[in-house]
């Protein structure tokens, strides 16, 4: 019989920047209760906000962004990453494990040397 183990991970979410405050509280509402229903918890949550896009997607140049770190088991990665799939508002996700849960953090755009 296999274990449930359960893992760390960093979720980073982009949600589409043409949402009201409301619906976009509902939206990262919608991202946090399906890891709480498959067994996770959320250990924390960097708010980001409303930054411009590296490059358009989908004819969106803007987006809110949130970082999340949360435990969960192993096995219910792959079907979050299904339900993120048909979030309509949710523009890109990505998710990885990670060793510890970072307290700070700072988002600074990426700066080329020419």
């Known amino acids: 019989m296999r274990q449930n183990r359960k893992g760390l991970y960093e979720g980073m979410y982009i949600l589409s920047a043409t949402l009201s405050d409301d619906s976009r509280k509902k939206a990262f509402d919608k991202i946090v209760d399906g890891i709480t229903a498959k067994g996770g918890k959320v250990e924390k949550l960097h708010e980001l906000g409303r930054r411009k896009l590296a490059y358009e997607i989908d004819g969106k140049r803007e987006g809110y962004y949130y ?19 048909l979030h309509e508002d949710l523009i890109r996700f990505m998710t990885t494990r990670v060793e510890t849960v970072q307290e700070s953090l700072e988002f600074k755009p990426l700066q080329l040397q020419v």
């Open 67 to 85: 970082v999340l770190f949360f435990e969960a088991p192993t096995s219910s990665i792959l079907e979050l990453w299904k339900e993120y799939h």
